[in-house]
């Protein structure tokens, strides 16, 4: 019999993560209408798009070697200079951002890739993160493992509340912790999993306040955009990246382009304040020595002759098509069910309901159990986009994507929720 592998404190706090288990009950449950995935609707995917790119990428022979062979580190200077007119144009600025030093962007593997490179460059056990309440799981579980401090901060329908980061920030102060904070982290538009978006009358607000007690102790804000351009029916907004004048030292731009072309492809784009470069650039090499070159020269061509932008142009109206579908079947089955809300998303891939507190929808809960073992749909906990030691956390949520299923399957499985809820819910 072997002795025990001796497993790192790492690999440990790494074990049992929401996602894991998330995918795990999708494989147990494989005839279930999945409300809970949140992959992308595959008939958005641009196979003849990539394949015409491709193509023409790989006809010349030598140029084609050359984009097969490895890349850089932090991605070829030219094809970041790409990227930078890109985030001009989403930024809805003149300049092309020229001012933005080359070296100040990362292309990563996603940009889970990059919000993982973060925190192994800023985090010791105990350090601090703020996140909004509810919050992404899977970068909770990022933080998890890292061993860090998860401090949740009061949102509402319009974001993260700046008074309630005040707060959170004043405290650590007085109990002498603040030294420890090192980011907070906010996702901006169409939160995963809640569908909110910032205020953009927050988003000065909350800059401000990591600003004044950076003062003190130097604190990022950490900005993931991933579901930015998934807007329907408000306009495009400026980043909170874009507000800070101050050299763009207290704000971390995290994008990707996985929900607006094809997560298969692994393409994320970072902004980083030039004193983290080195160190996360440093932590990358040790992992990949370049991310996927072939595949950022794809997003670069696409972004270079219009066919990114039209495609994308195309996935917001299939997204808005099923969030409308998934709305109204919303409406239609829970308007008469008490204590039963739900928020109304203008852009993103989710749906955030909350239940009467007294019927929790954890996995282990009744109605998890009833959801998928009887009527055959799945969706997220809620309690999963909390951390896991705030005894607060409401646990009468759940997250709901209608980014796989279509629109006849998104009623469908609205209408079998709609009755795993009334049997808790009415005699």
Not at 63 to 75: A, S
Not at 128 to 136: F, N, S
Not at 218 to 233: G, K, N, P, T, V
Not at 344 to 357: D, N, Q, S, T
Request: glycine fraction near 6%; proline fraction near 7%.
């Amino acid at each position: 019999m072997p002795q025990p592998l001796p497993i790192s404190d790492q690999a440990r706090r790494a074990a049992g993560q929401a996602i894991g288990f998330l995918m795990q009950q999708a494989v147990e449950n494989a005839d279930c209408l999945s409300l809970a995935a949140g992959l992308v609707d595959e008939q958005s995917l641009p196979a003849e798009l990539a394949h015409r790119t491709l193509a023409d990428l790989l006809q010349d022979p030598r140029k084609g070697r050359q984009r097969l062979q490895y890349g850089t580190t932090q991605g070829p200077e030219p094809l970041r200079r790409i990227f930078r007119s890109y985030l001009a144009e989403l930024e809805q600025v003149d300049d092309q951002l020229k001012s933005l030093p080359l070296s100040r962007i990362i292309l990563t593997t996603g940009s889970q890739q990059l919000l993982t490179l973060i925190v192994r460059a800023l985090f010791n056990p105990g350090d601090i993160c703020l996140v909004a309440a509810p919050t992404y799981f899977v970068f909770l579980g990022v933080l998890q493992a890292a061993a860090a401090r998860i401090i949740p901060v009061q949102s509402d329908d319009q974001g993260m509340q700046p008074e309630a980061l005040q707060l959170a920030l004043r405290q650590l102060h007085d109990s002498g912790d603040l030294h420890r904070v090192r980011l907070v982290y906010v996702v901006s538009d169409f939160e995963n999993p809640s569908g909110v978006s910032v205020a953009p009358e927050r988003r000065p607000q909350l800059l401000e306040t990591v600003q004044q007690y950076s003062a003190i102790s130097r604190i990022l804000l950490l900005e993931d955009a991933a579901y930015r351009e998934l807007h329907f029916d408000i306009p495009a907004r400026r980043s909170i990246w874009s507000l800070d004048q101050n050299g763009h030292q207290n704000v971390i731009l995290a994008q990707t382009f996985s929900k607006s072309f094809s997560p298969g492809v692994r393409v994320g784009l970072g902004v980083l304040p030039e004193d983290l470069i080195q160190p996360v650039t440093d932590l990358k090499g040790n992992d990949d020595f370049g991310s996927p070159h072939l595949n950022q020269h794809l997003i670069a061509r696409t972004l270079q002759d219009g066919t990114y932008q039209q495609h994308v142009a195309q996935v917001r109206q299939s997204y808005q098509s099923k969030r409308d579908a998934m709305l109204a079947a919303i409406d239609r089955e829970f308007a008469d069910l008490p204590q039963v809300s739900w928020f109304r998303p203008h852009g993103g891939m989710y749906v955030w309901m909350k239940l009467p507190a007294h019927i929790s929808t954890g996995f282990d809960s009744e109605l998890f159990r009833r959801a998928t073992q009887v009527e055959k749909v799945m969706y997220v906990p809620g309690e999963l986009c909390y951390p896991p030691d705030w005894e607060a956390a409401p646990g009468c949520e759940m997250r709901l994507s209608y980014g796989v299923l279509s629109e006849q399957q998104l009623d469908e499985g609205i209408c079998r929720l709609a009755r795993a809820v009334r049997s808790l819910l009415l005699p």
